[in-house]
Structure formats: structure tokens, C-alpha cells
């Protein structure tokens, strides 16, 4: 049973979007909220359901003042929140990994996704991808992932919305068995056919308060109404599934704690490398990219830069600045869209008990060995076409480190840019805005002790600067340039003064910090916003 009392909504700038809303849902009914657009509809789902607390008033489940354990809530946003390139099946064994008890046996769960499988009638799309699965297979595939645990109350937005009529009425019938089964189910609806299978209707008003709540039929006589369209004007101008016998006949899940921290990294992590395997354009960006640096570093440099007799000082820094760039590059490109693109999802996923450090670390620790491999080829790549010198396996181990740690750096920044923005065309936005600053202070261009105060400052916050420097110091270009025939190589070490002499274990417990700080930094931000 649902209890809202005096509930209150306030909108940014705060703009009120509910006025002292109350009513009572039994246990087991089926309830649709109503009204015009922009009346309040989805905020009242979303306060009654915990996504978004309301600013007044309260809620409360069976008499208690808590929304309901993990689990037994379940949520279904008007968007088709899955991943649209994974199988069907695949998808939800995922989510019955993150959503049921931990130590739930594997064939008990593999048991769960077949039960919610036959009762959706999507047994036979199971190997299909989610993306290729028409509208209303797509509607039913989101309430599968929810149904997984047979949650007590379950709540919908805009369920029937771009569905044909006979889809519409179909998935109405679903629901009304799940409610006839014992299930408390509210959703908001656009289509009036929808509130005739309901047992109670909410009726919102243009300014969010609550004008009528009750049966349908008493609904139509409140507002003089002969069909219940008619009540939008008065406020201003396919195959059913038999629920109970499905879902009855079989115990629900045992009710139990979640999986630990580190079983939903494991998780996790499994199915990012899953969905980046079967993402063909990702793949393409993820491997085109390096092969385009190394391209372009055969065209823009010589060989021989590095030769002790004849060194190019110029070339060294430049050759250098571009190594550190392309690993930051690499970095960041491959975190910008690893959040944004799936924040519904994690949303839906909080609900469960889904943890944030877990979801972070585990995009990191897929991405993190890619970068590994790909900074290791354009090393080689890059001493094979003698743009490198040839030093020996200890030099190049440090070389690696370094780069390794840039790109972790960069990858943490992308994963907390990714986590602030709300679509991908803000993150691709951000690219230019953060590359220019890591090109322009991290003193390649102009060396750091050249630079104006505020200039040396800025550098500082600048991970590839120490990068640039690291690599520079392990490869000893202060003695290459000394003892190097061309004149240039005395005056471009007196402008560096200093910058290569640090010990290159600095420049890595530096770029170790930006690293962990980028991803505490995305986790507080996930924090907020989920």
C-alpha cells in the first residue's frame, strides 16, 4: 500500500509543479495518473517512486516512512532504457546478475529470465538484439528487466506511448494480470484506453494539483464526461498473457541482500566488454585513431632526431610533446562517451542497489588495458620507424609507464567529463575545449620556465606537461642536446632550465593523483545526478 500525503514539487527556479497531491493505492492495483502535458504527471511517478524525493510532504509504503528494499521496486521510464546492441537474453542475464540476491545460483537465475521471457512472450526474439525488436517487444523487453525480481510495486511512464493501438492494449493486459497477480502498478498515460483497464484513476490539473482521484466510471460522471478523452477538455480548454497463472504458479525470488562491490565490478565489467565488442563504429574510432598518429608522425618527422652525433633538438621536443599528446588524446576520446550515453540506464540501475564506485571502475579497468596496448604499439611503431632512439628495455619500460599513466590520467578525465554532460554532443563539444589548454601550457610550445606566473601556474593542472616532462627525462635529452653538434641545443636547454632533471618517479605519483582524482571526481558527480 502507497500513502502520499501533501506532496510538493518544485521545479528549478522554483516554479511549482505539484500542489499538496494525496491519495492511497491498495496493494495490488492498477493506477493511471493523468492530465495534460506539463501537469505533473512523471514528477508525481517519480516522487511516489523515489527517483526524485518530493520537496514537500511524504510517502510512505505499508505504513512505513522508507521506500522499499532494492528489488522489490520496480521502474520503467517512458525511454527504452537497454542496450540496444546486446541480445535480448544477454541483457537480461545482466540484469538479473546486478538485481537478484547474491549467491542466487546460476541456473536459478538463468530460471528467472526464462520465467519473465515465456510471461512477456518474447521467448522467441531471446537471441535477437534488443535494437532490432519492434516498439512494443521493445516495451516489453524494459518491464522483463524489472519483472526479474518480481518487485511488489512497480511503477511506469508513458508505458503504451508510439505504440499501435492493439500493442497498447496488449501491454495493458500484462499489466493488469501483474496487478491482478498481486503486484501495485502506476503509470502515466497519454491514451485514454489505458485508464478503462485501470482501477483508479488520478486526474492532475494544468497547475499540478490533485483534482479527482477514484474509479474511472466516476471519473466520467465528475467531469460530465461521456469517454474519458472528453476529461482533457473539461480540464482546459492484441493477446493478453495470463499473469496470474505465469507468475503465480512459482514462488517469487527469496528477498536478500545484493551482490557485494566487487561481484557488480566483475559484472559490470563483463558486460562493457561485451557491449564494446559489439559496438562495430566504437571499434573502428578505438583502432583508427592510433594508426592515424602514426601516420601522421611518419609524415611530420625524420628519422634520426634522436642520433647522439647529430641530434635535432627541436624535433626531440616536438617528437616528445606529440607522444605525451596521443596517449592523453587516446585517453580521453575513449572515456567522453562511456557515461553519457547510458545515464538512463544507470539511473534505473541506482534503484537496484547498483553502486557508483563499482560502475566507474569497472569502464576503467575494460578501457584501461586497450590503452595499454595501444600506447605500447606506437612505442614500438615509433622506434621501428627510427623516430626513437635505440636505448635499452629498462628505458623503454619507463617510457610506457609514463605514457600508461598519461592515458589512465586522460581516460579519468574523460570518464568525469562524460558524467557531467547530458548528451554526447556536449562531450564531443568538450573535446577542443579540454585538448587546447594540455597543448598550450604544457611547455612543448613554450617552456614552462618561460611562461608568465599565472602561465607556470596553469601548467601545473596540466597531466600531459608531466608527461611530457617524464618522458623527456628518461630518455636524457638534457645531455643529447649538450653534447649534441647543433648550436640549437644549448640555448633550448638553458630555456628549460630544470624541467627534465625531476626524477621520473615524480612525474608518475603526479599523473597517478590526476588519475585517482578524475575518478573520485566522476563518482561524486554520478552520485549527485543518479
Known amino acids: 500500500m502507497i500513502e502520499v500525503r501533501e506532496v510538493g514539487q518544485r521545479a528549478a527556479g522554483g516554479r511549482r509543479t505539484l500542489r499538496e497531491v494525496s491519495l492511497s493505492i491498495g496493494a495490488g492495483e492498477l493506477v493511471a495518473i493523468i492530465g495534460g502535458s506539463g501537469a505533473g504527471k512523471t514528477t508525481l511517478l517519480d516522487a511516489i517512486a523515489g527517483v526524485r524525493p518530493p520537496a514537500e510532504g511524504e510517502i510512505r509504503y505499508d505504513g512505513g516512512g522508507g521506500a522499499p528494499a532494492a528489488g522489490s521496486l520496480g521502474y520503467v521510464p517512458q525511454d527504452d532504457i ?3 546492441e546486446m541480445p535480448l537474453r544477454r541483457t537480461l542475464r545482466y540484469a538479473a546478475g546486478l538485481r537478484l540476491p547474491a549467491g542466487t545460483p546460476p541456473e536459478r537465475a538463468e530460471r528467472a529470465v526464462d520465467d519473465v521471457l515465456e510471461a512477456l512472450a518474447l521467448t522467441g526474439r531471446a537471441g535477437q538484439r534488443v535494437g532490432s525488436l519492434s516498439g512494443g517487444e521493445r516495451k516489453r523487453a524494459s518491464i522483463a528487466v524489472e519483472l526479474l525480481t518480481r518487485p511488489r510495486v512497480f511503477f511506469l511512464d508513458e508505458p503504451t506511448s508510439g505504440l499501435d ?48 482521484y477514484g474509479e474511472p466510471d466516476e471519473a466520467r460522471e465528475r467531469f460530465r464526461a461521456d469517454r474519458v478523452e472528453d476529461i482533457y477538455l473539461r480540464l482546459g480548454g492484441g493477446e493478453a498473457h495470463e499473469w496470474r497463472g505465469r507468475f503465480g504458479a512459482s514462488a517469487p525470488p527469496a528477498a536478500g541482500p545484493g551482490i557485494g562491490a566487487l561481484r557488480q565490478w566483475a559484472l559490470l565489467a563483463r558486460r562493457d566488454l561485451d557491449l564494446l565488442t559489439r559496438n562495430r563504429l566504437t571499434l573502428a574510432v578505438l583502432a583508427g585513431s592510433p594508426l592515424m598518429v602514426l601516420a601522421m608522425f611518419a609524415v611530420l618527422f625524420r628519422p634520426g632526431a634522436f642520433a647522439p652525433e647529430s641530434p635535432s633538438p627541436g624535433a626531440t621536443v616536438m617528437i616528445l610533446f606529440w607522444i605525451a599528446f596521443g596517449g592523453f588524446f587516446f585517453g580521453l576520446t575513449y572515456g567522453l562517451l562511456q557515461i553519457c550515453t547510458e545515464l538512463p540506464v544507470l539511473r534505473r540501475e541506482r534503484l537496484t542497489g547498483l553502486r557508483i564506485g563499482p560502475y566507474v571502475l569497472a569502464k576503467a579497468a575494460v578501457l584501461l588495458p586497450l590503452l595499454a596496448v595501444v600506447d605500447a604499439l606506437m612505442l614500438g611503431a615509433l622506434r621501428a620507424l627510427d623516430r626513437l632512439p635505440a636505448t635499452g628495455w629498462g628505458t ?13 590520467a586522460a581516460l579519468a578525465l574523460g570518464l568525469l567529463v562524460s558524467a557531467s554532460v547530458t ?66 641545443g644549448p640555448p633550448l636547454l638553458a630555456s628549460y632550465g630544470d624541467t627534465f632533471s625531476r626524477p621520473v618517479a615524480v612525474d608518475w605519483a603526479v599523473l597517478g593523483g590526476f588519475a585517482a582524482l578524475f575518478l573520485a571526481g566522476a563518482c561524486l558527480v554520478l552520485t549527485r545526478r543518479t
Open 423 to 488: 548528451d554526447p554532443a556536449q562531450a564531443t563539444m568538450a573535446l577542443p575545449m579540454l585538448c587546447f589548454p594540455q597543448v598550450l601550457f604544457v611547455g612543448a610550445i613554450l617552456p614552462v620556465p618561460v611562461m608568465a606566473a599565472p602561465g607556470r601556474w596553469l601548467s601545473c593542472a596540466m597531466s600531459n606537461r608531466w608527461a611530457f616532462e617524464g618522458l623527456g627525462h628518461s630518455l636524457g635529452v638534457e645531455g643529447l642536446w649538450a653534447s649534441g653538434r647543433s648550436p640549437l
Open 82 to 84: 537497454v542496450h540496444p
Open 396 to 408: 623503454y619500460g619507463e617510457l610506457f609507464v609514463t605514457l600508461m599513466l598519461c592515458s589512465a
Open 165 to 212: 493501438p492493439a500493442t497498447a492494449a496488449d501491454l495493458m493486459r500484462l499489466l493488469r494480470g501483474l496487478a491482478d497477480a498481486g503486484t501495485t502498478v502506476v503509470l502515466t498515460t497519454h491514451h485514454p484506453p489505458d485508464v478503462l483497464v485501470c482501477d483508479r484513476v488520478a486526474v492532475l490539473a494544468q497547475d499540478g494539483s490533485l483534482v479527482f
